[in-house]
């Protein structure tokens, strides 16, 4: 069946680089790609294939059936986080760059998100997997306000080197990588934490004292001390040491895997 057929039939949702989607049911949607036998797509449709031989973890969407250019998913009818967040700024219309925030969320709000999030990349680690891609866009949430991480075509196993990163939320290495320089690196503890970092400025909004000033809410404290103590998380998983010294927050202070410990016990 062509993507002609499913858009004649079913109310488009949306659409992106890789795939579009119809709504199925009121818990079903379809997704397909946008170019017939997209390699992204069918990366995608293994990954779900792989994470279905283990107990489903509550921050992944969850896939039903998949074929060949056909992936029948949870609906979630919340969005996404980008829209989500796009609803408190105003952004400048020619560059997109925000020009200002509308208040918060609630702080228990952001700090489940956090948990949520940090929970699902942790769990992809130890599975021996990258997401790759954690940003808004990528995010999903249900009818709840939970969180649900989506969008696996660009998910490998951990030591994939990776092809190419989405700015702010993907970093090219510098002379402290040595031959990695000018690289993303390779997908794993570190780009994970980067990814997850990068992030804590959209899930706790900028609060405007005056034209051209910013400052963060008090959220911030207690949301970097979750994102810590899941980072770490992702670190034993991929090291198998149970006392926090596995973490992988490479460039930090020994004082901060030190902390890192601490917050794990």
Known sequence: MTRLY?????????????GVIFEISDAIVLKCPTTKDDQR???????FDRLERHPPCPHIVYSFIRLPNLNFMQHLPGGNLETRLRTRQRRDPSTEQVLEVFGTEAEPLILRWMKELTSAAAWLESLELAHGDLRPPNILL??????KLADFDNTRAVGTEVDVGTAPYARVLGDEAGELQGTFGFLGPRTEQFHTMTLRPHYIPFEFTRPGQVQYCTATATARKCLVMNSCKMARAETGNGNGSGCTHRGLSMRHRARCTRNMT
């Not at 499913?6 to 890789?18: A, C, M, N, P, S």
């Open 6 to 18: 499913w858009q004649e039939k079913y109310r488009l949702l949306g659409w992106g680089d890789l």
């Open 41 to 47: 797509f069918e990366n995608e449709n293994r990954i």
């Open 142 to 147: 249900d009818a709840q306000d939970h969180l």
